[in-house]
């Protein structure tokens, strides 16, 4: 964490919670991305309702992992920069 006392503290949750729902906000257009990769079709001119129950579970699945992969990108991110040593107190945020 950086900073010291109770005021790093505070900016280090407040940061952590600016990034769940950045993250929670990328998640959805990337899952739209990941429905559409699939390319799902039906048989029919619209879906009946299993297609529909399966096309919602997906869709919660790429918001899911894309969520996590948000989180990831951003952790990686940020010990490249702790290694090449950019991370000395700054307190900026990615």
């Not at 600016?18 to 799902?40: D, K, N, Q, T």
Request: contains cysteine.
């Amino acid at each position: 964490m950086r900073g010291s006392g109770p005021n790093g503290m505070k900016k280090a949750i407040l940061r952590e919670i600016l990034w769940f729902f950045v993250a929670l906000l990328l998640s959805v257009p990337l899952a739209f991305v990941f429905i559409g990769m699939l390319e799902l079709t039906s048989g029919g001119p619209e879906l009946n309702d299993v297609e529909k129950v399966f096309t919602l579970q997906l869709f919660l699945i790429g918001a899911a992992v894309s969520f996590v992969c948000v989180y990831v990108v951003r952790l990686v991110y940020l010990a490249i920069r702790h290694l090449v040593g950019g991370g000395g107190g700054s307190g900026k945020s990615p």
